[in-house]
């Protein structure tokens, strides 16, 4: 079993920034990947970022340029670094780890608002 742990979430202005981190504990492999997905109410769970063991990363158009995604191999953390904040960003962020393609996890989600 991995459990994630997720903090950072907050209340922001428009142009702002905030730090996301997601702590992994449990059974972790080496070869795995983590990631960020955001749901706002009403819309559909949607991919914010994603990055491999070995540092690939990948955005979503939204996003690109604004956020980064990083990984702490040492602890087993991931974050992500959001800045130049836009009232659009606003949804719960759930921080994800999966492994050998059938082996994934969910976090419990922190809120991101950001106000005009």
């Known amino acids: 079993q991995v459990q994630l742990v997720e903090s950072g979430g907050g209340l922001v202005q428009a142009g702002g920034s905030l730090r996301l981190s997601c702590a992994a504990s449990?059974?972790?492999?080496?070869?795995?990947?983590m990631g960020w997905y955001r749901q706002a109410p009403g819309k559909q769970r949607e991919l914010v970022a994603t990055i491999t063991s070995g540092g690939s990363t990948n955005y979503a158009d939204s996003v690109k340029g604004r956020f980064t995604i990083s990984r702490d191999r040492t602890k087993n953390t991931v974050y992500l670094q959001m800045n130049a904040l836009k009232p659009e960003d606003t949804a719960v962020y759930y921080c994800?780890?999966?492994?050998?393609?059938?082996?994934?996890?969910w976090g419990q989600g922190t809120q991101v608002t950001v106000s005009s």
């Open positions: 994800t780890y999966s492994a050998y393609a059938v082996e994934n996890y």
């Open positions: 449990g059974i972790i492999v080496r070869f795995n990947n």
